[in-house]
């Protein structure tokens, strides 16, 4: 049976001996070699952080075991979230599991269609708002404000808190952390957690060092970047369709205290990483992942050295949470008849 986040790492989460220990499985999720991309940088140490093998398909199962752990520790039987998708495909399958209700609020028209179902499936009660992201939490919030409900957006601090123990496995499985962690940006979050998770594995003497914290945004969505909010965020890349980020001073640390870096990369670039992890290294990654290998990208393009580096990317969500952008940017199947005479022409077979 697999042990879940908080049963391995609970010496190092805010967990109690009154701490309901629940999972669906979440964390310990593959590090994969990407030999033929790292080929492409000149580095034989790429690795991709497979984030979108998780439960719900996403990293955001690592914080939510925690927030709805607690959330029940804590006798709340309802959870709260406004989201672009996987916050509350998770909220909604982790509170269905722990036995509790979730409410979430999704911005009308902004959220991809596997987020969606995962929703509709679990029984959380979905409420689609005229307005963005930000204003969906803004809404989230007064609720939670003034309700007996927990609020599992990345405010609730236990969110980071299991975040950062995807840092602990790079760590545990490499042996060190690496020189270089690329990794979307949204609302900060993750971002966040990482650098928490490498600060406090190299306290305890698990790691020798932290990496160069490498943070992307969208080049529509790109508030930290541009050092203001942006009030109409626009990208291919929903999940961090974000122009006001919670944790926006966090990532600013992160990348500072790192000597790392926060840049944005266009949907183009998104887009050509994307297939470009589909084709070369088999790996389907929703577009905001293919984030950071665009950014990798674009970094090695302008000239930073990756020899001799030890790289890791983290491919945030899975490539089937959003079908619709998948098939909008993918060949269109080959109609013929079931001849193989046929078939044979089509595949230029002598
Ligand atoms: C939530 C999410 C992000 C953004 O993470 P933040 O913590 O908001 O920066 C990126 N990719 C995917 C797939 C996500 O679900």
Redesign the pocket.
Known sequence: MKQGLIGKYRAYLPVTGSTPVITLGEGDTPLVHAARLGREIGCDQLFLKL?GCNPTG???DRGMVLALAKAMEAGSTTVICAS????SSSAAAYAAHAGLRAVVIIPHGYVALGKLTQVLVHGAVVLSVNGNFDEALASARSLADSYPVTLVN?INPFRLEG?KTAAFEVVDELGDAPDYLCI??????????YWRGFREYKAAGKAQRTPHMMGFEALGAAPIVNDRVITKPATV?T??R?GN?V?WQNAVRARDESGGTIQAVSDEEIIKAYQTLAATEGVFA?P??A?SVAGLLKLHREGLDFSGKRVVCVL??NGL?DPDAAIAHSPRPIEVSADPAAIREVLGWE
């Not at 672009?84 to 916050?87: E, I, V």
């Not at 979307?184 to 957690?193: D, K, Q, R």
């Open positions: 984030e996403s990293f955001k672009t998708g996987n916050t990345s975040q979307p940006v949204g609302n900060a979050g993750n971002i966040t957690a890349a999940a961090i974000i980020p944790n929703e905001a992942s984030a945030t969500g949470k």
